[in-house]
C-alpha cells in the first residue's frame, strides 16, 4: 500500500487578539505629529495618516516615524476625509484622535487591557462595538478646562462610518457602546498657543452653514454654529447664537445632551450677571436640575445663584453637595465646569462661608483655592480678616502665608499687603510692606 509523505509546515504566527490600527487627519501639524503618534507606537497594529494638504514637514516626520501616509484632496468635509482614513486601516479595531489631542502612556495600556478583555470573550465581543471615553481639553499648562464624552475607539467594520461635515460623529448605536471612564483622552487644542479660535470660527461658520442648508432642522448643527458665531463675537454673531441656543433649550429631536446643556449653561451665565435677572436663572436652574438631575454643573449654578440673592445657607448647602459629587467624581454626569475647574466651587464656597462667618470654612476653602491661584485678592483677603478675627497672632498667620507665598518675592509680599489692607487689616499690611520696603507702592496704591 502506497503512502503519502506530508511535508512539515512551519506554522504560521497566530493573528493578536487586538489588531489597533491609530488613524488621523492632519494639516500642518508638524509641531503635534511626532508626539501624536509616540503615545501609540507600543499598542498600535498600525499608524494610519491621512495628510489634507500639509505645506510644511508634517507628512516627512510622519513618514519618518513609520506611519503609513496617504493624501486625500480636502473637500470641506471632516466625514470624507475621516471615512477614507479608516478605508484604509486593517485592523481590528480603531482609535481615530486628532494630532492635539492623546492617551497617556498608561491609559494607552489601560485601553489595550480593556480591548483585550471585549477580544476574548465571544459574549463581550458580540456587544461592545464602540468605547465612550472622557475627552478633557486643557490649557497651555496642563490644566483641565472642560470635560465631554467621546466616542474614538471602534471596532472596524463595514457599516461604522462618520457622518456630518464638521463636528463628525460615529456611527455606533449608543446600545453598543462600553463607558469607560478610566481612560481618558487629552486634547491640547484649546491651548490659546496652539489654537486660533478666530480662523477656526470662521472656517466653521462656512461649513456648519452648508450643513444646515443641508438638514435645516439638524439641532446639534445649530448648537456647534452658535458656539462658532460666539467666538466671532460680534453684535450680529451673538444675536445668531443666542436664537440657536434658545431653540436648544426647548429641545429638539437628536438633540445631544451635551448640547442642550451648553445651551442651558449660556443663559445661566448671562443671567447671573445681574440682579435683575436672578428670578430668570433661579427658574431656568431648577428647570435644568429637573432634567439632567445628576448634573453637578447646574447645582453649581443654583449655588451662585442662592449667594447672590443672599441666601447662604442654602447655598453652602448646594455646594457641600457638589464636593460630595467631586470626592466620588466617577458618578458625576458629563461636566464642563466644575470636574475641570473645581477651584470656580471652591471660591464661591470661600464667599458664603465667609457670609456665614464660617471660620473653619473660609480657611479650608480658601487654602485650597490660594493653592491653585494665590493672586486671587477676595479670597485672600477673607483668609487674612478670617484668621485676625478669630485672634490668630500675626506671627501665625505669617507662617500660614509662607505655606502658600514666596517671601523671598516682592510680588507675593506686595499681594499679601494689599489684601491685608483691603481687609482693614492695615497695621498687618504695614509690617508686611516695613519688613519688605515696599511702603510706597502701598502709599501709591491708596
Known amino acids: 500500500m502506497a503512502t503519502r509523505k506530508?511535508?512539515?509546515?512551519?506554522?504560521q504566527p497566530a493573528q493578536p487578539l487586538v489588531r489597533l490600527s491609530q488613524c488621523m487627519i492632519v494639516k500642518n501639524e508638524e509641531r503635534n505629529i511626532e508626539k501624536a503618534l509616540s503615545w501609540a507606537r507600543g499598542i498600535a497594529f498600525e499608524q494610519v495618516v491621512v495628510d489634507t494638504g500639509s505645506t510644511d514637514r508634517t507628512v516627512e516626520l510622519a513618514e519618518k516615524m513609520g506611519a503609513k501616509v496617504f493624501h486625500f484632496e480636502w473637500i470641506n468635509d471632516f466625514s470624507a476625509a475621516k471615512n477614507f482614513?479608516?478605508?484604509?486601516?486593517?485592523?481590528?479595531?480603531?482609535?481615530?484622535?486628532?494630532?492635539?489631542?492623546f492617551f497617556s502612556h498608561e491609559d494607552a495600556r489601560k485601553l489595550l487591557i480593556f480591548l483585550k478583555r471585549i477580544?476574548?470573550?465571544a459574549e463581550l465581543r458580540g456587544k461592545w462595538l464602540a468605547l465612550n471615553t472622557p475627552l478633557v481639553n486643557v490649557d497651555d499648562h496642563g490644566k483641565p478646562l472642560s470635560v465631554y464624552d467621546q466616542e474614538r475607539v471602534f471596532r472596524n467594520l463595514p457599516g461604522t462610518?462618520?457622518?456630518g461635515r464638521i463636528h463628525e460623529q460615529i456611527s455606533v448605536d449608543k446600545d453598543n457602546t462600553a463607558r469607560v471612564d478610566e481612560i481618558r483622552i487629552v486634547h491640547t487644542g484649546y491651548a490659546s498657543s496652539v489654537y486660533d479660535e478666530g480662523i477656526k470660527a470662521q472656517r466653521n461658520v462656512v461649513m456648519l452653514r452648508a450643513e444646515l442648508a443641508d438638514k435645516p432642522d439638524d439641532m446639534n448643527a445649530k448648537v456647534y454654529l452658535a458656539d462658532a458665531l460666539r467666538v466671532i463675537g460680534d453684535e450680529e454673531s451673538l444675536a445668531e447664537a443666542e436664537i440657536y441656543y434658545q431653540e436648544a433649550v426647548q429641545g429638539g429631536p437628536g438633540l445631544f445632551a451635551a448640547h442642550k446643556k451648553r445651551a442651558y449653561a449660556y443663559f445661566l451665565d448671562k443671567y447671573l450677571k445681574t440682579d435683575e435677572t436672578l428670578p430668570q436663572c433661579e427658574e431656568l436652574c431648577q428647570k435644568a436640575l429637573a432634567e439632567f438631575v445628576d448634573s453637578i454643573?447646574?447645582?453649581y449654578y443654583l449655588g451662585c445663584t442662592?449667594?447672590?440673592?443672599?441666601?447662604?445657607?442654602?447655598?453652602?448647602?448646594?455646594f457641600k453637595g457638589c464636593e460630595a459629587k467631586l470626592i466620588n467624581a466617577v458618578s458625576i454626569d458629563e461636566s464642563a465646569t466644575i470636574m475641570a475647574k473645581p477651584m470656580l466651587l471652591f471660591s464661591q464656597m470661600v464667599l458664603t462661608a465667609f457670609n456665614l462667618d464660617n471660620p473653619e470654612g473660609i480657611v479650608r476653602y480658601a487654602t485650597m483655592v490660594l493653592a491653585e491661584d494665590k493672586t486671587l485678592l477676595s479670597t485672600l483677603s477673607h483668609y487674612i480678616a478670617t484668621l485676625r478675627?478669630?485672634?490668630?497672632s500675626d506671627d501665625e498667620v505669617f507662617g500660614l502665608l509662607g505655606k502658600l507665598y514666596d517671601f523671598t518675592n516682592p510680588q507675593d509680599l506686595l499681594l499679601i499687603a494689599t489684601a491685608a489692607k483691603d481687609s482693614g487689616a492695615l497695621d498687618f499690611a504695614k509690617r508686611m510692606l516695613e519688613t519688605t520696603g515696599l511702603m510706597d507702592k502701598l502709599s501709591d496704591s491708596q
Do not use: C
Request: no cysteine; charged share 35%.
Open 297 to 299: 454643573d447646574f447645582e
Open 119 to 121: 477580544q476574548a470573550s
Open 306 to 318: 442662592m449667594n447672590k440673592k443672599g441666601d447662604y445657607e442654602k447655598a453652602w448647602e448646594i
Open 389 to 392: 478675627k478669630n485672634n490668630v
Open 6 to 11: 506530508y511535508k512539515k509546515r512551519n506554522p
Open 85 to 101: 482614513a479608516i478605508e484604509q486601516a486593517t485592523g481590528n479595531w480603531i482609535v481615530f484622535l486628532d494630532a492635539d489631542e
Open 161 to 163: 462610518r462618520y457622518h
